[in-house]
């Protein structure tokens, strides 16, 4: 069993930076792709960006390219989204979600675990 857990989310102004981590533990796979996901109110859960096993490639959606950076730490199995100029549609529970895959996807059903996810707030 793998879990997954979610950490630094806050309330931060317009402009602002927040970094996120996921901790992984459990019974991990021996290479998994990493993805974080996002869903504000009344909207459905969608992709931010994602990163495979090695760490070699990453993805991001549109919205966030050139603001969110991802990264990884597998010796400690971490996985951190660095979010840079914040905008208040940024706002939404941010979701780690771990594949079991050397690659990544962009769409939710190809996860396979999920943490509880965090809040980010960003106020104009």
């Known amino acids: 069993q793998v879990q997954l857990v979610e950490s630094g989310g806050g309330l931060v102004q317009a402009g602002g930076s927040l970094r996120l981590s996921c901790a992984a533990s459990g019974r991990t796979p021996n290479s998994y792709a990493m993805g974080w996901f996002r869903q504000a109110p009344g909207k459905e859960r969608e992709f931010v960006a994602a990163?495979?096993?090695?760490?070699?490639?990453?993805l991001y959606a549109d919205s966030v390219k050139g603001r969110f950076t991802i990264s990884r730490d597998n010796a400690r199995n971490t996985v951190t989204l660095q979010m840079n100029s914040l905008k208040p549609e940024d706002t939404a529970v941010y979701y780690c979600a771990a594949r079991r895959t050397s690659w990544y996807g962009d769409n939710v059903d190809s996860y396979d675990y999920w943490g509880q996810g965090t809040q980010v707030t960003v106020s104009s």
């Open positions: 990163i495979s096993w090695r760490g070699g490639s990453t």
